[in-house]
């Protein structure tokens, strides 16, 4: 498993799961995560703490998904860190 997102709508939250590599090959899965942010999610919640590698492909992903995320306002909680990425490289709107 190098991604799990999973989308609980009674809540209002969006759980992310990174293992492994973050870099080109997650593309699918940060796509399939960015489709359930809309109006109704309150909150995304991202594992990091399994992340191996961190390549500029991975990172320029993860700064897609932030700006997805303050576009409509949904509060950011980061477990763990990605090398080269915070939730402080994301929207003001987030904190």
Do not use: W
């Not at 809309?38 to 320029?60: E, H, M, N, P, Y």
């Not at 700064?63 to 997805?68: I, V, Y």
């Amino acid at each position: 498993m190098a991604m799990s997102v999973a989308y609980h709508a009674e809540e209002g939250r969006l759980d992310i799961t990174i293992a492994e590599n973050l870099d080109l090959s997650q593309t699918r899965e940060i796509l399939k995560a960015q489709g359930f942010i809309d109006d109704q999610l309150q909150t995304c919640v991202i594992d990091c703490t399994r992340v191996g590698q961190v390549f500029d492909s991975g990172k320029a992903l993860m700064l897609m998904l932030f700006e997805k995320l303050a576009q409509f306002r949904v509060r950011l909680v980061m477990i763990g860190e990605i090398a080269g990425v915070s939730s402080q490289h994301a929207s003001p709107a987030m904190s």
